[in-house]
């Protein structure tokens, strides 16, 4: 079976949703079962999928995750609705912290799954030794990676970066690094993050402004063709920015490539 990255994507973003329901649930008392049976149903059978395809789903920083879980668990729901309603407190501040790592996690779920799948592909023993390290948010020191070929080892690399794990390839190892090799920006387009080199960050804030622009342009041009009928020199600025603005779908397209190829790509035991 195959398994996609914005597959993955979804199964967290699920998981995200259903630990919610069931915290309103348990600890603040709320009714959630009709939302929880459908998210319950999909999550079984993105579960299966992903099982099948062999990937298995390690979170950065999932060590303290845990452990903040544990915490929560040593409190009851009433001191963390106190908690909560104070904003004070053990029970609050552990509730807090992982609520930073999930907010994290939901940025980058797309980072995390292309990651996660491009584990899978690896040497049992590799995997492993790079799956404690995901899981403690940083690299103590080098990770094999060789069974990886060399433009996949990039990727991972990008990949764990963009996640906030620092580190370069060094030859068939991940190595602990200060700086990232590879200077890397998170941008919002259209309702979504994406990853795109530092270089290319200013062509494409101002393809983003010029979009915002002609868009606003035509919807203007569009709202005045509702009362009055154009002629030939106003239906010619209207078909002329209606161009523009495809042109600039397309310059965006390019500036993306990249990135949405990392994206587009069908996975199973390969990225």
């Given at each position: 079976m195959v398994m996609s990255a914005r597959d993955l994507a979804?199964?967290?973003e699920l998981n995200k949703k259903k630990a919610e329901l069931e915290f309103q649930r348990d600890v603040l008392g709320m009714h959630a079962l009709e939302e929880l049976g459908p998210i319950i149903s999909n999550l079984e059978s993105l579960n299966a999928k992903a099982k099948d395809a062999g990937v298995e789903i390690v979170l950065p920083d999932q060590k303290r995750f845990e452990e903040l879980g544990k915490d929560l668990?040593?409190?009851?729901p009433q001191d963390i609705r106190e908690g909560l309603k104070i904003r004070d407190g053990q029970a609050y501040q552990a509730l807090k912290d992982r609520g930073m790592i999930v907010k994290k996690h939901q940025e980058n779920r797309f980072e995390i799954a292309k990651m996660c799948i491009l584990m899978s592909t690896m040497e049992n023993d590799q995997r492993k030794a790079l799956s404690v390290a995901v899981k403690e948010g940083a690299l103590a020191g080098n990770v094999s990676i060789g069974s990886l070929d060399e433009m996949d080892r990039k990727k991972l690399a990008r990949f764990l970066r963009r996640c906030g794990i620092s580190c370069a390839v060094s030859k068939e190892e991940l190595a602990p690094a200060l700086e990232d090799e590879e200077k890397?920006?998170?941008i919002?387009?259209?309702n979504r993050n994406v990853w795109i080199s530092e270089s290319s960050k200013a062509l494409l804030e101002e393809n983003l402004r010029r979009i915002n622009t002609v868009n606003a342009r035509i919807q203007l041009k569009n709202a005045e063709r509702q009362i009055k009928v154009f002629d030939t020199e106003e239906e010619n600025l209207f078909a002329s920015l209606q161009r523009e603005y495809l042109d600039l779908l397309k310059e965006q397209d390019e500036l993306l490539k990249e990135y949405n190829g990392e994206e587009k790509r069908p996975l199973k035991n390969q990225l």
């Open positions: 979804r199964l967290l668990a040593g409190f009851s890397e920006v998170r919002e387009v259209s």
